[in-house]
């Protein structure tokens, strides 16, 4: 397929330190297959229970910033399809021993109640249920 890939670009956005040093960030590639455009994102954002605020921060810098140079014909949000991926470092809001024993305890009859619990629980779920991106 590579004779129908065409406007390939990569860029790459810090986001560590308040964007000084490359430790956080994404690395971005953004082409065209046929007439679809692609943007994939593999990101490493801030770790830590209490710094989910931080990750949704970094998120949308990514998200805002990414070919957003003259040069560029398309934006993040502009593409067909769009990947984000990578360590995006988001906890369950649970006590650690809380999330191993709804683990330990999960059966066959108990795991949909289980599952939703965690589900529940989950940092990114809740932020993506928060903020229209």
């Known amino acids: 397929i590579i004779d129908r890939i065409s406007d390939v670009q990569s860029t790459k956005i810090k986001s560590g330190f308040g964007g000084t040093v490359g430790n956080k960030g994404a690395v971005l590639i953004r082409f065209c297959l046929d007439d679809t455009s692609i943007v994939v994102a593999n990101c490493h954002l801030e770790s830590g229970q209490k710094k989910e605020k931080e990750r949704v921060q970094q998120m949308k810098e990514i998200i805002t910033t990414a070919f957003s140079e003259k040069s560029s014909k398309y934006s993040y949000m502009q ?3 769009k990947i984000f991926f990578g360590d995006l470092n988001f906890r369950v809001n649970l006590p650690y ?3 191993l024993d709804i683990i ?3 059966t066959h009859d ?3 109640e289980q599952l939703e619990t965690l589900l529940n629980n989950d940092q990114l779920i809740q932020y993506r249920l928060d903020y229209s991106w």
């Open 110 to 112: 108990n795991y949909a």
């Open 104 to 106: 330990d305890n999960m």
């Open 79 to 81: 593409h067909d399809i």
């Open 97 to 99: 021993f809380t999330v």
